[in-house]
């Protein structure tokens, strides 16, 4: 048995494969996240990986939700015995199974082809439904660092997030990419918020062990011209809720979210960017939200 082990935002898990089996080309973008699995401290979740013979597909399948994005599909049902069941393809093809138990403390993947593509989304599957009871989101969003503070900018998929960050990386002085797509975002214990880089990242790869405190987020929208105004009251609520990923009709993960963003939504400033893609909109927003 070999297990690769991982901290993510002060999470750790691990990876488990049966005899020889090395998975370290998949996981190469996990390493700056690596850490002896010695010293890890208690694991939120354990992702066994095994042949497709040794996860047979549940005789019973209902299902609950399918996730399509750019080319990129996630299926889940859930089984007789209330255990998990996903499945990730890529362009129409079937990549691998998970089997995952209730509570999300384990699950067995089974990689049918594309293997870095299912393990990567298996982990970040079991990363945010295992972690949304400890004050932890995994957001849809890009992230920028501008002098000691994190910055996320949100918005539905082809809104311009990824492009937004390029301009601050281009026109605002001292900003560094965080996270091009799914950072983590953690409510700590004395009440302070988090953004932290992680293991997935979109299409633009940047994969960085770092975390910086909130400064604030950025809900986007195309237009033609700019325009930016501070969220208030509940639309500050509703555009966090809207970037969070989650199995809401679980309850238990639902709780844990929805107290996350409760917290989230009274400690952080939000704000909402009519943009173009241009110069103008980027030092607009950096000078509006960098000075709040």
């Known amino acids: 048995m070999k297990e690769y082990c991982y901290k993510v935002a002060g999470h750790s898990f691990s990876v488990l494969t049966s005899g020889n089996a090395d998975l370290s080309h998949e996981l190469a ?30 005789g019973t399948l209902v299902e609950e939700f399918t996730q399509d994005d750019d080319g990129s599909q996630i299926r889940l049902c859930h089984t007789d015995d209330g255990s998990y069941w996903f499945e990730f393809s890529l362009c129409g093809r079937l990549t691998g199974r998970m089997l995952a138990e209730p509570g999300y ?5 089974a990689i049918l082809c594309s293997s870095e593509f299912a393990l ?13 009871q400890l004050g932890t989101v995994l957001f ?38 965080v996270n091009d797509d799914n950072p983590v975002v953690r409510v700590l214990d004395d009440g302070t918020v988090r953004v932290y880089g992680s293991p997935w ?17 950025v809900q986007l929208a195309q237009a033609p011209k700019n325009e930016i105004r501070q969220l208030r009251g509940i639309e500050t609520y509703a555009a966090l809720v ?9 309850r238990r993960i639902a709780d844990g979210l929805h107290e996350t ?15 173009l893609p241009d ?7 950096s000078s509006t939200v960098t000075k709040a």
């Open 261 to 275: 963003e409760n917290a989230l939504a009274t400690r952080i400033r939000g704000w909402h960017l009519d943009c």
């Open 120 to 132: 990567s989304n298996a982990l970040m599957v079991m990363y945010a439904m295992s972690s949304a």
């Open 29 to 58: 973008h996990y390493a700056p996240f690596a850490i002896r699995p010695d010293t890890a401290s208690e694991r939120i979740f354990r992702l066994q990986v095994v042949s497709q013979s040794e996860l047979p597909v549940p």
């Open 242 to 250: 809207s970037s969070i990923s989650g199995q809401r009709w679980d």
């Open 279 to 285: 110069e103008a909109a980027a030092l607009l927003c």
């Open 140 to 177: 849809h969003a890009a992230v920028i660092g501008h002098a000691g503070r994190g910055y996320l900018f949100l918005g539905k998929s082809g809104t311009g997030k990824s492009t937004h960050a390029r301009l601050w990386l281009k026109y605002v002085p001292g900003s560094e990419l």
């Open 201 to 217: 990242s979109g299409k633009t790869p940047c994969y960085r062990n770092m975390d910086l405190p909130v400064g604030g987020f």
């Open 105 to 109: 403390k384990s699950a067995t993947l």
